[in-house]
Structure formats: structure tokens, C-alpha cells
């Protein structure tokens, strides 16, 4: 008999995993506490933008023509202990305010309410972001005869459905032998493993730490190379044809160093600075020590955006200024501003008397929630339009499509900042523009 999945927390990770799981043929009934939630994802529709995962979810939501009928959503956890022989859960796990820890009240909240419903026999997954030592502790709280595994997400925002029905790897976490949550979790998995896809088993704690471990590696990555940008700022040097030299080395690789404002959204900051609150606990906070310089590496860069804008206007102040940002997700492909690095230096300048005007092709609404006293354009060109300089800070590539030359006929002064090291200079000054990118003071 097919194996029956509930999803716990229709977030961003929750709606993905339940959408790839009927895509992978299975039943699912995905459960979340805000009805309004619910009620959106019933209907097919997502409340964030993410490629693919509408159509996803309109070929399987129940209700919608054409469907297969296989994905049901729900707030009753009476119906998810019913249904469900797997048990996924994907709830939030934010940084607590104040403080480098994570907040592991959804978390607990999550397997205290599952635990008074969920059936003998069934199997707990947890795919939620937690501190090493929590799976150990949460497996308490389910009855006997209830197993858990720790089975980490590793989605990329704008890449989330390919992530997730075909990844490069599955990390499965099982307590002792742990037979019988592996043999459920590899008929789960059927299909992408049998592509190729390798399965790692491991022991709780080493599961729980390679979404933090793979996450502070890439930040490091990406902090390093910013480093190193402001290195060639001082020296006169040129940080992309840096990272071009150090890539080709097989031991380093070309991946994330690309020099820019640093790193945001809602994983890569909280996961590192939850990792060395974790490592405090544990009494091994010298061994994440470099961490704290890594992030501070990393906020450092927006503030330089800042003054690279103050001084290509005078390098005095920015009161009765117009500025346009390009950009106000922390990536492309997403309209997820969660500590986004543009937002960032678009709201210091701001507040710094500048006159802000931002355009982003999918961001708007969710930039406008965070700060509604900027300036926001329908377009690029709009944005641009009396513009004393212009900042591109988020590489979409609507961005790096545009005409030159038809955004500096609008434009009160041809300068701009490239902040992302994404957009061709050569044809950008061969439209008139002045144009400096992050790193490269000669280039």
C-alpha cells in the first residue's frame, strides 16, 4: 500500500515539499495553523513568489480542474494523524529577537501537537533548520512506537521545485540502526535516487549540522572574495579578474566569488549566527570564532555601497539627491526581501536624506511592507528617470537586458554603481554612463 504524507507548515520550504511529493506520486495533506494560508494554497496559488511552484501545486491541488487530485490542505490535526505515514515537518525556525539563537518555539509547538494525534507506526521526519542536539530531544515527545529522522533542506530560493525533486544529495539522520525510518525514507526518495541522486544516512547530530556547516562554507566563500574587494579597492586592483585567476584552481572552484554587497535573506545570516550560539552552548565557540568575522565581513559591504554612492555625488551628502536602486529582493528569482543587502542601502541612503526611487521585477509589494517611505517605479526606466545615480544591487536579468542608452536619456546624470559585479561595463560606458563596480577601482 502507497505510503500516505502529511507536511507540517506550508511556508516557503512546507508548499514546496508538499507540491514535489504529490508530483513524486504520492498522497499529501499539508497542515497549517493560518487559515488564510490554507485557504490560498487550496485554491493553487502560492503566498510567494517562487518559479514553478504554481503550476506545481495547480496540477496536483485537489478541487482544481485537470489536478490529480493528490494534494489536500488542512488546519485540523486530528485529520493530519489520521492520514499521514510520514510526517514531514518544515515549520520556521527564525532568530530569536536580540539574540544569535534560534527560535525553536514552532518547532516544539509542531511535534507537542503532532504528538497527540500522530499514529503507532508512523514515521516523524524533521526538516526544519535546528540546532545540533534538538532532533535527540524531540524524539522524546512522540509516543512509542513513533520513529524520527532528521532529513535537512537544502532549497535555493528561485530554484526550490528542481532542488527538491532532483537534489545532489539527501542527508537522512536516524537514531541507533535506525532500519526501519531509512527503508521508509528510501521508498519516499524512490525516484530521485534512483536517477543518481546519493543518500547519506548519519547519526542525528551530524545531520542536523550539515545544513549549518554547508551554509557557513558557502558564506565564508562569499565573504572571503568580498575580502579580497576591498583589498583591490586599497591597492588598485581588480577583484573580478581575481576571482577569475583563483577559480580555475580545481581545490577552489569559480562558485560565489563574485564580489558584491554580501549575502541576505532569510537562511545564510540567521543559519551562521544560530551555529555560533549553538557552539557556545556546546563549549566549542572558539572553533566558530572566524564566523563572527565572516558576518561582520559581510555587513561591512552595504555600508560601503553606501559611501561608494555618496562619493559619485560629491562625496558630501545625499540631502535633495535622487538615487534609483535596481534591485530590492536578496536574490534573484524571488521576491523574498528578508534582510536583503539592496533594501539595506536603499533605506540608509533614505534615511540619510537621500531621495530613493526602487524598481524590482518581483519584490515591490513585500519591499513596500518593510519600508513604505521609499520611492517605488513600475519600471527600470521610471526608476531611472532624474536619477543623479544609479545603483544596481540584485542581479535579475531583466537588469542586465536593459538599454543603456535609452536609461540615460532619462537619467539626470549618467552614473552608475554596480554593486552586484553582474552588468557589462564596456556596454554601459560606451552609452555615455560612468560606470564603477565593487572592487574594481581601475577596471
Same mark, same amino acid.
Given at each position: ?25 504520492? @498522497?499529501?495533506? $499539508? ?7 490554507? @485557504? ?51 515549520? *520556521? ?57 532528521? *532529513? ?26 535506525? @532500519? ?27 545531520? @542536523? ?16 572574495? *568580498? ?18 585567476? &583563483? ?49 561582520? &565581513? ?28 535596481? $534591485? ?116
Amino acid at each position: 500500500m502507497a505510503l500516505k504524507i502529511t507536511v507540517i507548515g506550508t511556508g516557503y520550504l512546507g508548499a514546496t515539499h508538499a507540491a514535489a511529493m504529490a508530483e513524486l506520486g504520492f @498522497e499529501v495533506l $499539508g497542515l497549517d495553523v493560518v487559515p488564510e494560508k490554507i @485557504e490560498t494554497l487550496s485554491a493553487g496559488r502560492v503566498p510567494m513568489y517562487e518559479p514553478g511552484l504554481e503550476d506545481l501545486l495547480a496540477k496536483h491541488v485537489a478541487g482544481i480542474e485537470g489536478s490529480s487530485g493528490r494534494l489536500r490542505f488542512t488546519t485540523s490535526w486530528e485529520e493530519v494523524g489520521a492520514f499521514g505515514d510520514v510526517h514531514f515537518v518544515c515549520v *520556521n525556525t527564525p532568530q530569536k529577537h536580540g539574540e544569535y539563537a534560534c527560535d525553536m518555539s514552532y518547532v516544539d509547538a509542531a511535534f507537542a501537537s503532532l504528538a497527540g494525534v500522530v499514529r503507532a507506526g508512523a514515521l516523524v521526519v524533521g526538516k526544519s533548520t535546528v540546532p545540533v542536539g534538538s532532533a535527540e530531544r524531540l524524539a522524546a515527545l512522540l509516543p512509542e512506537g513513533v520513529d524520527l529522522a532528521w *532529513n535537512p533542506e537544502f532549497l535555493r530560493e528561485g530554484f526550490a521545485v528542481q532542488d527538491t525533486l532532483r537534489p545532489d544529495r539527501i542527508v537522512v539522520g536516524v537514531r541507533g540502526s535506525g @532500519e526501519r525510518a531509512e527503508k521508509t525514507l528510501r521508498e519516499v526518495y524512490a525516484g530521485p535516487v534512483g536517477e543518481g541522486t546519493p543518500f547519506v544516512v548519519t547519526d542525528f547530530p551530524t545531520a @542536523e549540522l550539515v545544513k549549518t556547516a554547508a551554509n557557513s562554507f558557502l558564506a565564508t566563500k562569499i565573504s572571503f572574495i *568580498n575580502a579580497m574587494a576591498e583589498v583591490c579597492e586599497a591597492a588598485g586592483g581588480d577583484v573580478a579578474k581575481l576571482a577569475e585567476a &583563483i577559480g580555475h584552481d580545481d581545490r577552489i572552484g569559480a562558485k560565489f566569488l563574485r564580489a558584491g554587497i554580501g549575502f541576505g535573506g532569510g537562511c545564510l545570516p540567521k543559519d551562521i549566527r544560530a551555529f555560533m550560539a549553538r557552539a557556545g552552548e556546546l563549549g566549542a565557540d572558539q572553533a566558530l570564532t572566524f564566523l563572527r568575522e565572516i558576518d561582520s &565581513i559581510n555587513m561591512r559591504r552595504r555600508g560601503q555601497m553606501v559611501e561608494m554612492a555618496r562619493e559619485a555625488l560629491g562625496g558630501t551628502t545625499f540631502l535633495g539627491r535622487r538615487v534609483a536602486v535596481l $534591485g530590492a529582493t536578496f536574490k534573484p528569482d524571488s521576491d523574498d526581501v528578508r534582510d536583503s543587502p539592496a533594501l539595506n542601502v536603499a533605506g540608509q541612503i533614505h534615511l540619510q536624506g537621500g531621495q530613493v526611487t526602487v524598481y524590482d521585477p518581483k519584490g515591490m509589494e513585500n519591499a513596500r511592507r518593510v519600508f513604505p517611505t521609499l520611492g517605488y517605479a513600475s519600471s527600470a526606466l521610471e526608476a531611472v528617470r532624474g536619477a543623479d545615480v544609479v545603483l544596481h544591487l540584485t542581479e535579475w536579468r531583466e537588469f542586465r537586458e536593459l538599454d543603456p542608452a535609452e536609461l540615460a536619456g532619462v537619467a539626470a546624470a549618467r552614473v552608475l554603481l554596480d554593486g552586484r559585479n553582474a552588468l557589462d561595463g564596456e556596454r554601459w560606458r560606451a552609452a555615455g554612463w560612468t560606470y564603477r563596480a565593487m572592487g574594481r577601482p581601475t577596471a
